[in-house]
Protein backbone atom coordinates (compact mmCIF):
# COMPACT_ATOMS: atom_id res chain seq x y z
CA UNK A 1 0.00 0.00 0.00
CA UNK A 2 1.72 3.32 -1.32
CA UNK A 3 0.85 6.59 0.54
CA UNK A 4 2.65 9.14 -0.17
CA UNK A 5 1.22 11.64 2.35
CA UNK A 6 2.68 9.38 5.14
CA UNK A 7 5.78 10.50 7.01
CA UNK A 8 8.70 8.88 5.99
CA UNK A 9 10.90 8.88 9.40
CA UNK A 10 14.90 8.55 9.19
CA UNK A 11 15.02 4.67 10.29
CA UNK A 12 16.15 3.18 6.84
CA UNK A 13 12.72 1.76 6.20
CA UNK A 14 10.52 2.92 3.29
CA UNK A 15 7.35 3.68 5.68
CA UNK A 16 5.56 5.36 3.00
CA UNK A 17 6.14 2.47 0.36
CA UNK A 18 6.82 4.49 -2.16
CA UNK A 19 10.20 2.87 -3.36
CA UNK A 20 12.12 5.16 -1.61
CA UNK A 21 13.97 5.16 1.96
CA UNK A 22 14.11 8.22 4.00
CA UNK A 23 13.38 10.69 1.15
CA UNK A 24 11.55 13.25 3.76
CA UNK A 25 13.12 12.31 6.69
CA UNK A 26 15.54 15.17 6.51
CA UNK A 27 13.13 17.59 7.90
CA UNK A 28 14.11 21.63 7.00
CA UNK A 29 17.20 20.61 5.00
CA UNK A 30 17.43 20.31 1.75
CA UNK A 31 19.40 17.57 0.24
CA UNK A 32 20.66 18.60 -2.67
CA UNK A 33 21.14 15.88 -4.70
CA UNK A 34 21.69 12.16 -3.62
CA UNK A 35 22.19 10.95 -7.38
CA UNK A 36 26.25 11.79 -8.00
CA UNK A 37 27.12 14.15 -11.19
CA UNK A 38 23.77 16.60 -10.88
CA UNK A 39 25.08 19.42 -8.55
CA UNK A 40 22.73 22.18 -7.23
CA UNK A 41 24.46 25.30 -8.96
CA UNK A 42 24.21 28.43 -6.37
CA UNK A 43 24.49 30.90 -9.20
CA UNK A 44 27.42 33.60 -10.12
CA UNK A 45 30.06 34.86 -7.31
CA UNK A 46 31.97 37.93 -7.53
CA UNK A 47 34.54 39.53 -5.22
CA UNK A 48 33.07 39.96 -1.69
CA UNK A 49 29.98 37.71 -2.04
CA UNK A 50 29.67 34.84 0.36
CA UNK A 51 27.26 32.23 0.42
CA UNK A 52 25.63 29.48 3.16
CA UNK A 53 24.19 26.24 2.18
CA UNK A 54 23.04 23.22 4.55
CA UNK A 55 23.01 19.72 3.24
CA UNK A 56 23.17 16.26 4.47
CA UNK A 57 25.19 12.74 3.64
CA UNK A 58 22.47 9.91 4.31
CA UNK A 59 24.48 7.18 2.55
CA UNK A 60 28.52 5.77 1.67
CA UNK A 61 27.15 6.69 -2.09
CA UNK A 62 25.99 10.25 -1.56
CA UNK A 63 28.04 13.09 -3.04
CA UNK A 64 26.39 17.06 -2.66
CA UNK A 65 27.48 19.02 -5.38
CA UNK A 66 27.79 22.69 -5.37
CA UNK A 67 28.46 24.43 -8.90
CA UNK A 68 28.99 28.09 -9.17
CA UNK A 69 30.44 30.52 -11.96
CA UNK A 70 33.17 32.87 -10.97
CA UNK A 71 34.07 35.74 -12.75
CA UNK A 72 37.74 36.82 -12.82
CA UNK A 73 39.34 38.66 -15.37
CA UNK A 74 43.06 38.04 -16.91
CA UNK A 75 44.87 40.97 -14.91
CA UNK A 76 42.71 40.17 -11.29
CA UNK A 77 43.56 37.16 -8.87
CA UNK A 78 40.95 35.43 -6.84
CA UNK A 79 40.27 33.41 -3.99
CA UNK A 80 37.88 30.80 -3.12
CA UNK A 81 37.60 30.49 1.24
CA UNK A 82 35.37 27.80 2.18
CA UNK A 83 34.43 26.11 5.57
CA UNK A 84 32.50 22.94 5.84
CA UNK A 85 30.99 22.78 9.64
CA UNK A 86 29.88 19.35 10.89
CA UNK A 87 26.61 19.56 12.54
CA UNK A 88 27.00 15.95 14.16
CA UNK A 89 29.88 14.62 15.52
CA UNK A 90 30.08 11.34 14.23
CA UNK A 91 30.37 12.40 10.39
CA UNK A 92 33.74 12.83 9.06
CA UNK A 93 33.02 14.88 6.02
CA UNK A 94 35.67 15.80 3.08
CA UNK A 95 35.30 18.33 0.68
CA UNK A 96 36.86 19.06 -2.75
CA UNK A 97 36.99 22.16 -5.10
CA UNK A 98 36.97 21.22 -8.79
CA UNK A 99 37.47 23.36 -11.99
CA UNK A 100 35.14 21.96 -14.56
CA UNK A 101 35.96 24.44 -16.95
CA UNK A 102 37.09 28.38 -17.04
CA UNK A 103 37.92 30.73 -19.90
CA UNK A 104 41.24 30.12 -20.63
CA UNK A 105 40.28 26.40 -21.80
CA UNK A 106 41.43 24.30 -18.87
CA UNK A 107 38.31 21.68 -18.18
CA UNK A 108 37.52 19.33 -15.35
CA UNK A 109 40.53 19.32 -12.57
CA UNK A 110 40.21 18.74 -8.48
CA UNK A 111 42.32 21.98 -6.84
CA UNK A 112 41.83 21.46 -3.46
CA UNK A 113 41.09 18.20 -1.24
CA UNK A 114 40.28 19.09 2.54
CA UNK A 115 39.81 16.43 4.97
CA UNK A 116 40.70 16.72 8.68
CA UNK A 117 40.60 13.08 9.65
CA UNK A 118 38.64 13.39 12.60
CA UNK A 119 34.31 12.89 13.22
CA UNK A 120 33.00 16.22 13.36
CA UNK A 121 34.17 19.64 13.73
CA UNK A 122 35.75 22.10 10.86
CA UNK A 123 37.16 21.23 7.04
CA UNK A 124 38.51 24.65 5.77
CA UNK A 125 40.72 25.76 3.12
CA UNK A 126 41.05 28.27 0.11
CA UNK A 127 42.10 28.24 -3.52
CA UNK A 128 44.27 31.31 -5.30
CA UNK A 129 43.94 31.95 -8.69
CA UNK A 130 46.43 32.52 -11.09
CA UNK A 131 47.23 36.41 -11.71
CA UNK A 132 47.42 37.04 -15.71
CA UNK A 133 45.04 34.36 -16.63
CA UNK A 134 41.45 34.53 -17.14
CA UNK A 135 39.89 32.29 -14.12
CA UNK A 136 36.28 33.12 -14.90
CA UNK A 137 34.39 29.73 -15.48
CA UNK A 138 32.41 27.43 -13.97
CA UNK A 139 33.71 25.29 -10.36
CA UNK A 140 32.05 22.68 -8.26
CA UNK A 141 32.50 22.03 -4.50
CA UNK A 142 31.82 17.64 -3.86
CA UNK A 143 31.03 16.32 -0.53
CA UNK A 144 31.22 13.46 0.83
CA UNK A 145 31.16 11.28 4.57
CA UNK A 146 34.17 9.28 4.80
CA UNK A 147 32.15 7.64 7.82
CA UNK A 148 28.95 8.47 9.64
CA UNK A 149 26.31 8.80 6.99
CA UNK A 150 22.76 8.66 8.52
CA UNK A 151 19.95 10.71 8.55
CA UNK A 152 21.78 12.84 11.08
CA UNK A 153 24.98 14.11 9.27
CA UNK A 154 23.95 17.39 8.56
CA UNK A 155 26.58 19.95 7.64
CA UNK A 156 26.82 23.79 6.40
CA UNK A 157 29.07 24.93 3.95
CA UNK A 158 30.05 28.43 4.25
CA UNK A 159 31.93 30.16 0.92
CA UNK A 160 33.61 33.60 0.45
CA UNK A 161 35.23 35.10 -3.12
CA UNK A 162 37.61 37.51 -2.32
CA UNK A 163 39.58 39.67 -5.34
Excluded: K
Excluded at 120 to 143: K, V
Amino acid sequence: FISPVASDECDGIDNNCDGTIDENAIGAIYEPNDTPWNGYYLGDMYAGDYMEVQGLITDPNDVDIYEFFIEDGWFDDFAIEYELHAMSVQADFMIELWLIENYSGQTEQLLVSTNNLNSGGLERDDFQGDWLIDDSGYYEFRITALSGQDCNAHYQLDIWASP
